[in-house]
């Protein structure tokens, strides 16, 4: 009688792929950074300074803090928190209520803009008990999330595939980005605030709002990756082309 050995099996790899060079992260990081003002202010055409090359560099050391930092900021914490696209809307949502709200009040100032054209897009859709135009609440904060954001952080993805779903900054790296953001604020908010001051409780509405979105954004369960009827991994792998199993990215990679 022939005896027969149980076959064997090689063990399964369960290690998590290997770290990529911070240069690659970072350099994806700093493209964000760029691209998002340059999107937000320049591709537009709507400001004079696209006509002097030089003025739009200068124009970057403000812009880049004032958009790049948050569209990096609300990618990072999108993906370290193993979340996707609709936490990153309405993060942008957020920070676009508090763009056009608080730090350049662009949402209440009746002069922010010195051109009969204001006030012809403002009045038709004017709220008087807020002091706010619907309409300018749906293009400035729509125009936030489309152009200041998304739109940046899903080019710069695209180009980096195979990290677009994992943490890019370290402690430093998102130490100095909010650092950078409440410096471009600041300044944005003392020049726009010495004509015009919106009230206290027209502050605290959009803060309000501001905040309901961001806890939205957060109730959103964390993103799996899809399988296939083959039980392969279909969103959500890592670069050795391996199923995430739902991992969320290692904090502070």
Request: glycine letters at 12%; charged letters at 15%.
């Amino acid at each position: 009688m022939t005896s027969h050995q149980a076959p064997t099996t090689a063990p399964i790899s369960t290690h998590l792929p290997a770290p990529l060079p911070a240069r690659i992260r970072i350099g994806a990081a700093v493209g964000l950074l760029l691209l998002s003002p340059i999107c937000a202010e320049y591709l537009i055409g709507y400001d004079q300074i696209i006509s002097n090359p030089l003025d739009m560099l200068t124009g970057l050391l403000v812009l880049g803090p004032l958009y790049g930092t948050v569209a990096v900021l609300i990618r990072e914490v999108a993906r370290r928190t193993g979340r996707g696209w609709p936490t990153m809307v309405l993060l942008s949502a957020a920070f676009g209520l508090i763009q056009a709200g608080v730090i350049d009040q662009s949402l209440f100032n009746p002069d922010f803009v010195d051109e009969a054209s204001w006030d012809d897009d403002r009045l038709p859709t004017f709220v008087a008990g807020l002091g706010v135009s619907v309409k300018h609440v749906v293009g400035f904060v729509g125009g936030h999330v489309i152009w200041s954001f998304c739109a940046p952080i899903g080019v710069v993805e695209s180009c980096v595939p195979r990290i677009a779903h994992r943490p890019w900054l370290g402690r430093v790296g998102i130490t100095v980005m909010i650092v950078l953001y409440g410096l471009g604020a600041l300044v944005i908010f003392k020049e726009h605030s010495k004509q015009f001051l919106a009230t206290p409780a027209q502050f605290a509405t959009v803060g309000l709002f501001a905040l309901a979105l961001a806890v939205a954004a957060f109730a959103i369960p964390r993103r799996f990756p899809r399988r296939r009827a083959d039980g392969r991994g279909g969103e959500g792998r890592d670069e050795g082309g391996r199923g995430s199993g739902g991992r969320v990215p290692p904090a502070w990679a």
